[in-house]
């Protein structure tokens, strides 16, 4: 069972940016996707982005249009989410997400998520 913790949430000032952290309980297969989803107050939890071990296959959700990044630190366990031009509509508890896989298409999510976070509130002020 594999135990995730965010880290960096808070409150930042529209345009501004802010870094989330994940940190993994072990180093498995149940790491080898990892990721971040976000929900907001009266919303359903979104996908946001979520990159294999390696890096190469990195997946956004449609709404992120090249303001995220996504990167891992697989010594540390770790994956992060830079957000930069922050927006209030970027207001949500983000969620960390690890599993085997990703499965997703046309920046839907479709499945592979096994294990979460409880979430870290990231608050978007205009």
């Known amino acids: 069972q594999v135990q995730l913790v965010e880290s960096g949430g808070g409150v930042v000032q529209a345009g501004g940016s802010l870094r989330l952290s994940c940190t993994a309980s072990?180093?498995?297969?149940?790491?080898?996707?990892m990721g971040w989803f976000r929900q907001a107050p009266g919303e359903e939890r979104k996908f946001v982005g979520a990159?294999?071990?390696?890096?190469?296959?990195?997946r956004w959700g449609d709404f992120v249009k090249g303001r995220f990044t996504i990167s891992r630190d697989n010594a540390k366990n770790m994956v992060y989410l830079q957000m930069n031009y922050l927006k209030p509509e970027d207001t949500a508890v983000y969620y960390c997400?690890?599993?085997?896989?990703?499965?997703?298409?046309?920046?839907?999510?479709?499945?592979?998520?096994?294990?979460w976070g409880k979430g870290t509130l990231v608050t978007v002020s205009s």
């Open positions: 072990e180093n498995g297969s149940g790491i080898d996707a």
């Open positions: 997400a690890s599993g085997p896989r990703i499965i997703t298409m046309d920046g839907q999510y479709y499945g592979g998520m096994e294990y």
């Open positions: 990159t294999t071990r390696s890096g190469n296959n990195t």
